[in-house]
């Protein structure tokens, strides 16, 4: 049960659930925090709104999601296995040689309590003018944290009919109500045909925007790999691991030979750990030295295409323009 409150009520509301629904069943105080520009008023800009969670009994479904680590997570953090001291302070565990443990496969952060969706902004495709309507990425995420496919959804105050949206998109049954007869007619034209607004911050995540171009987090995610930030050599790791090994990822770069992409992730001081180590390569500069690796090289959708067009006598530019060889 997922219930959605405007601050100014949120105190009298959260006495009014409990009540209702029973205190011990309440699970989370979730903060949809989004930006917004506004100078209207004194006081501290209000930009996020308040979502409770409750459950029917404490025996309810839960999806864990996994989100991508922050940008200021030390790589070491997610590559080893953590204890606590005598003290009670946490530490990186070492076996019995003195050996760091590797952590097992990480999957990532867990979603937290606090969601980075944006707001619908007035030009959004998926506006329908309806004063109260939410994003559906709002609620795809709650229906994903709880239900799984073709589990029934129900929406009693449907209004613009957002929930049946997000809730057809992820194959779930849904049910919509609303005293209003044209919520009801808006939203069953919604259904006819989905129109959701793409948000780049939500499909890649609030870390995406430091350090990754869209590029390489594209090429990541395809493989299903985890992005790291701040490190000159690795550009993620895969979710799966070898020998209980973690598999560091690199992509080659647009100024960067085959062979700089190779030193590079050799020197990384976390591959040391790896029995395989991936590289993306994204162009056909090999380099002088036409190094060997250990590393499995994976050519990018964009280097195959690239090379079929050679083989059929077209060059690709460097602006992504196809020319006929031989022709300028
Ligand atoms: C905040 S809006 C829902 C907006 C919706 N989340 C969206 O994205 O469009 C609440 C809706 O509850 C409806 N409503 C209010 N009281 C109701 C009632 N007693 N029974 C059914 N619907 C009701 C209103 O007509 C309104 O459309």
Redesign the pocket.
Known sequence: MFL?CDKTASHYVRVALDKVFGMNNFQSEIVWNYKRWSNSKKGLLNTHQVIYFYSKTSDFKFNQIYTDYSPTTNIDQILQERERDKNGKSIYKKDEDGNIVLAKGKKGVPLSDVWDIPYLNPKAKER?G??????VSL?QQIIKLCTNEEDVVL?????????CVAAKLLNRVYMG????TD?VE??NNRLKELVVSESNLVKNGVESYVGKTDKELALLKSIGAIPVQRNVGIDGFLQQQINGKPIPIRIQKKYETLDDTIRALDNAKQTKHSDVKIIIQTNDNRGLFQLDTDAVVLPSNELVIKEKLKGIGFRVDNGGDVHKIGQI
């Open positions: 959605h329908v309806y004063p109260t309507q939410k994003p609620l929406d009693p105050f449907c209004g613009s009919g957002t929930t109500i609303d005293l209003s919520a808006l939203a």
